[in-house]
């Protein structure tokens, strides 16, 4: 089958650093997306990742292994409005979205 | 873990035709869902919520006429396109929030609908 798995819950402190992790096992890949959900918001658009290597957006970096199914969202210079939940979904082979359950981070003063 | 499906996975019709594509959650009730549409490595757009037995809630600049949404059970949500045009082509996702007893906060996103129009 496929699955998509990342931590359901991180905590970090405001300033610091945080790195999301997500593992896939999909029948075939054609990018792996992140997003960002506030609570009762539509999911933000974060990063895409189709080829292996890091991203780097501001603050935001995003990390692809393809062959590895591995992928990482690192977060620098917390702030408290990133607490928020982090979607990983992966595109495979047949262009459908396979999607991980989510990781809410909290970030703490 | 919850799991919400999608059917047709991808759909291919002519200009003036209407388009149904189906949200199911397959393994628990879900008294919201919601309609997005995706642009190419962009956020996801929310159309429309619905609540179960009653009229779903249109967002702005979103033509309920056109998008007529269907919320008849607790587990079906039904997104219609009507008279589809090129324009309309995109990828459609739909999401599910549980009822109670569990994380009602979540939600759970379906695998998407590719709609072609030519």
């Known amino acids: 089958g496929q699955n998509i798995d990342q931590p359901t819950e991180m905590t970090a402190t405001e300033g610091a650093i945080v790195q999301i992790n997500c593992t896939y096992q999909?029948?075939?890949?054609?990018?792996l997306f992140w997003y960002q959900q506030h609570a009762g918001e539509a999911p933000t658009f974060l990063s895409y990742?189709?080829l292996d290597g890091l991203e780097e957006k501001g603050r935001f970096s995003s990390f692809l292994s393809r062959s590895k199914g591995y992928s990482y969202l690192l977060l620098k210079e917390l702030q408290m409005k990133d607490s928020a939940s982090y979607l990983c979904?992966?595109?495979?082979?047949?262009?459908?979205?396979?999607w991980g359950a989510g990781t809410k981070l909290i970030i703490k003063p | 873990g919850a799991v919400v499906s999608q059917h047709p996975s991808r759909v291919i019709c002519k200009s003036g035709t209407s388009v149904k594509i189906e949200c199911r959650s397959l393994?628990?009730?879900?008294?919201?869902m919601f309609w997005y549409r995706q642009f190419p490595k962009q956020s996801l757009m929310l159309m429309a919520t619905?609540?179960?037995?009653?009229?779903?809630?249109?967002e702005q600049g979103v033509e309920k006429d056109k998008f007529l949404i269907n919320h008849a059970s607790l587990t079906l949500s039904t997104l219609t396109v009507t008279s589809a045009h090129p324009e309309d082509s995109s990828f459609y996702i739909c999401?599910?929030?549980?009822?109670?007893?569990?994380?009602?906060?979540?939600?759970?996103f379906g695998p998407g609908t590719r709609l072609t129009v030519l």
């Open positions: 999401s599910a929030r549980g009822a109670s007893g569990g994380d009602t906060d979540t939600q759970y």
């Open positions: 393994d628990f009730q879900a008294t919201t």
């Open positions: 619905s609540n179960e037995g009653s009229k779903a809630t249109y």
């Open positions: 999909t029948s075939g890949f054609n990018g």
């Open positions: 990742n189709v």
């Open positions: 979904a992966v595109m495979d082979s047949n262009y459908q979205l396979i």
